[in-house]
């Protein structure tokens, strides 16, 4: 992934491919930055047919890509591209779609229970022997 032609350091790039050939890129940004990246694929992972889509927002990216298009990755976020056949991407869009309708807010349990939401780095480590 670059930006206007030039590498960029704030996005960790991990992809993950299937034994069908679907790949899943997760890319994380980590700092402030929100642009629109381009994205190039290697032919060697481009099958006839691929389609690009943007997992966690649930749209097509490009019907029938070449491998090269333009993602958008949220300051301090996580976006998750895919890149597969209709088939292959089929039963993931089902699935996607139906987790992207799930109430995701904090559990009642630990809203009851504030004091287990209070960041564990702002606790002090204990001097041994107390």
Do not use: C
Request: aromatic share 8%.
């Amino acid at each position: 992934m670059t930006k206007g032609g030039r590498k960029v350091y704030n996005l960790e790039v991990l992809p993950r491919i299937n034994t069908d050939g679907t790949l899943m890129v997760i890319v994380i940004n980590h700092d402030k930055t929100e642009a629109r990246y381009d994205v190039k694929v290697d032919q060697v992972y481009i099958k006839k047919g691929m389609e690009a889509w943007s997992m966690l927002d649930e749209k097509t990216i490009e019907k029938r890509t070449d491998g090269k298009f333009k993602f958008s990755v949220p300051s301090w976020g996580v976006s998750v591209f895919m890149l597969g056949t209709p088939k292959n991407l089929g039963q993931i869009k089902s699935v996607q779609a139906r987790l992207n309708k799930k109430d995701m807010s904090v559990p009642r349990y630990f809203l009851d229970r504030p004091d287990l939401l209070k960041p564990e780095y702002s606790v002090p480590i204990p001097k041994i022997g107390e």
